[in-house]
Antibody, heavy 115, light 109 residues
């Protein structure tokens, strides 16, 4: 069965970096792009962008350029979201989800940015 | 336009029918998908490509589209249907960027 399993919660100080992982299983990793979605506390879902796991080409939504980097390692069927220069308003749950219809979701990773 | 608009909150009496709507220009081009999110949980896909239910989703859930408005209808709402519901689609710019609606909080009375 298809599963996306994300890394655990992170507590970071402002200015630090974080790398969230999303390990896929149950399907051919390179056949489906992976999307990243942010949900700030009490807020809705916000699409951050996606990465084509066949070509390696990332697409970033407006507002998620510069400090956000999508990557992956096909050998371990894992996608990564790295956020640098963390700010307090990066505090959110981050989800990975499979393209094209976002049919499978990871369990979410809470990233808390606090001094 | 890249926006999808949903009513912030909707309520329904137990066992009655409720329709949750999503409006946006991109829906004239792309189908909407619908996601259910219960408190503290990841979203779950409940409808895609206008009226297709993933395996395991009860048949009381159905979808429809009329011009620029997509609808998710729950016929005979159950207590366990109380959740936030989000629509999404692709941006109408042609770049196939994903866009989400703001979400609708469904309360089952």
């Amino acid at each position: 069965q298809v599963q996306l399993v994300q890394s655990g919660s992170e507590l970071k100080k402002p200015g630090a970096s974080v790398k969230v992982s999303c390990k896929a299983s149950g399907y051919t990793f390179s056949n489906h792009a992976l999307n990243w979605v942010r949900q700030a506390p009490g807020q809705g879902l916000e699409w951050m962008g996606c990465i084509n796991t066949n070509t390696g080409i990332p697409t970033y939504a407006q507002g998620f350029t510069g400090r956000f980097v999508f990557s992956f390692d096909t050998s371990v069927s894992t996608a990564y979201l790295q956020i640098s220069s963390l700010k307090a308003d990066d505090t959110a749950v981050y989800y990975c989800t499979r393209d094209p219809i976002l049919d499978y979701w990871g369990q979410g990773t809470l990233v808390t940015v606090s001094s | 336009s890249s926006e999808l608009t949903q009513d912030p909150a909707v309520s329904v009496a137990l066992g009655q029918t409720v329709r949750i709507t999503c409006q946006g220009d991109s829906l004239r081009i792309y189908y909407a998908s619908w996601y259910q999110q219960k408190s503290g949980q990841a979203p779950v896909l409940v409808m895609y490509d206008k009226n297709n239910r993933p395996s395991g989703i009860p048949d009381r859930f159905s979808g429809s589209i009329s011009e620029s408005t997509a609808s998710l209808t729950i016929t005979g709402a159950q207590a366990e249907d109380e959740a936030d519901y989000y629509c999404n689609s692709r941006d109408s710019s042609g770049n196939r960027l994903v866009v989400f609606g703001g979400g609708t909080k469904l309360t089952v009375l």
